[in-house]
């Protein structure tokens, strides 16, 4: 199927699929926004538009906009938003309008939690947790085991408990324009269903209280935290949309080192995985953070699904992972990547192809800054696939491919086995993109 001639810039926005009837349910409600080219849209009930990545593919992508009055909810708490979230095996269509920031480190009456709240009553401490595995005594062959790993294991499960939100399917969760909404310290779950939106909200402050010591991983060990801010497993039809992902407050800066190794309690930002499928990733902004978007889990999972697009969102401050893509067949255009180094997060490269994934980037552009080495924006394993085409390095058209390839023992392969016919928005041209995503991206620009 040949990709449609019709190509929009991002200054023009795409029609908005709403019915008349959320409409005048919108008005009467007053949450009804403008939209100057689109005309009069209901914010909460948008639907992802036809032709939009890989989420608009079959079904396409609606998530909660059949809801009926039951099933609408404001929510300013988290108490709120669980009890909105419901059940996650209810297929029963939900809105669910986020007005403000939600804190995840709360208990049920508002109380503020802390990592000492989640490890009482469990035995474990931090001290005796660095005793019991210290590399010099308890060796770097084998994973910890025994009374401090338990009590470190329990003391997560019960964190998790708290912080962790599990979205059913049919879903919308959206952010309250003007209200600085979004989720502090939690992590949105999307496993094992289909149909879900999630838009203009800022996810911060993900963090595991109780990272566990690998002294296996890698050379050296390292420290691996539990939750990212948005999880896909095995989720179906997601599209994640002007959202805005960052480590602030607590950037990795500030992690100590232990173990001889950073004590890092960041995951992923958004993260695809579990043999999820057909997911769009549009508009978001990606700031201080590391490993930020996983798509496969491992080298292992099976073909023919991990079907994402992801496009004019801004990459910024980030290490790796923008994204690493496993198996599947990923669409990668009209992206901002800003690889100076912000507040310590130097990137090593941004995007991976590895374990045979098949990824077309195009209309991309890369800022980089003096000195930075335009070999090292892509990685692979030798078996993953880039064909790039139209993406520029500082305002220059550039072969990304090429230029990792002649620095690499590993070539990325250049020719793909598909070829993508969801692009209604791909812009021809990435030139402009750096001025465009700047006001156009992230949580708070949807009004």
């Not at 991990?306 to 990668?332: D, E, F, T």
């Not at 392969?413 to 993508?420: A, H, I």
Request: with cysteine; charged share 15%; glycine share 10%.
């Amino acid at each position: 199927m040949a990709a449609p001639s019709h190509r929009r810039s991002l200054r023009s926005r795409r029609v908005l699929v709403v019915s008349a009837a959320a409409v005048a349910a919108a008005v009467g409600a007053g949450v009804v926004v403008m939209n100057a080219n689109a005309g009069t849209v209901d914010l909460y009930h948008q639907t992802l538009a036809a032709k939009d990545g890989w989420a608009s593919s079959g079904t396409g992508t609606t998530g909660g906009t059949k809801a009926d009055a039951a099933h609408t909810f404001t929510v300013s708490t988290r108490a709120q938003l669980v009890k909105a979230l419901g059940s996650a095996s209810d297929t029963t269509p939900r809105i669910i309008k986020v007005k403000g920031t939600i804190d995840a480190n709360t208990d049920d009456a508002g109380k503020k939690l802390t990592c000492a709240d989640y490890a009482s009553g469990t035995g474990y401490s931090l001290s005796a947790y660095l005793k019991a595995y210290d590399p010099s005594s308890y060796g770097t062959s084998k994973l910890p085991s025994g009374t401090q790993e338990k009590a470190r294991a329990a003391a997560q499960t019960k964190q998790a408990k708290n912080i962790v939100f599990k979205v059913p399917a049919n879903t919308s969760v959206v952010g309250v324009p003007g209200t600085n909404a979004g989720i502090s310290g939690g992590m949105l779950q999307i496993q094992n269903v289909d149909n879900v939106v999630v838009r203009n909200l800022t996810f911060g402050g993900t963090e595991d209280c109780f990272p566990q010591w690998d002294p296996t991983d890698g050379d050296d060990g390292n420290w691996n935290s539990n939750y990212d801010s948005v999880t896909l497993r095995g989720a179906t039809h997601v599209w994640a949309d002007h959202n805005t992902f960052t480590d602030a407050p607590h950037l990795d800066s500030a992690n100590p080192t232990y173990c001889g190794r950073e004590y890092q309690i960041h995951d992923g930002a958004l993260d695809i995985t579990k043999s999820s499928d057909l997911v769009t990733v549009s508009r978001n902004q990606f700031t201080n953070h590391d490993k930020t978007m996983l798509i496969g889990s491992s080298d292992s999972e099976p073909s023919g699904k991990l079907r994402v697009s992801i496009h004019h969102n801004i990459w910024k401050g980030i290490v790796q992972r923008a994204p690493l893509a496993r198996v599947g067949q990923v669409h990668i255009y009209n992206n901002y990547y800003d690889v100076t180094t912000l507040n310590g997060y130097a990137t090593q490269y941004s995007i991976n192809s590895r374990a045979k994934a098949q990824v077309v980037a195009e209309n991309n552009y890369w800022k980089v800054p003096a000195g930075g080495k335009v070999a090292k924006l892509l990685s692979g394993d030798g078996t993953g696939a880039v064909k790039g085409s139209g993406n520029l390095v500082n305002g220059m058209v550039t072969d990304v491919v090429a230029a990792y390839n002649a620095a690499s023992s590993k070539d990325l392969k250049t020719t793909v086995n598909w070829t993508p016919a969801l692009t209604a928005d791909l812009e021809t041209s990435a030139k402009n993109l750096p001025t465009t995503l700047a006001t156009t991206t992230g949580a708070s620009v949807l009004k």
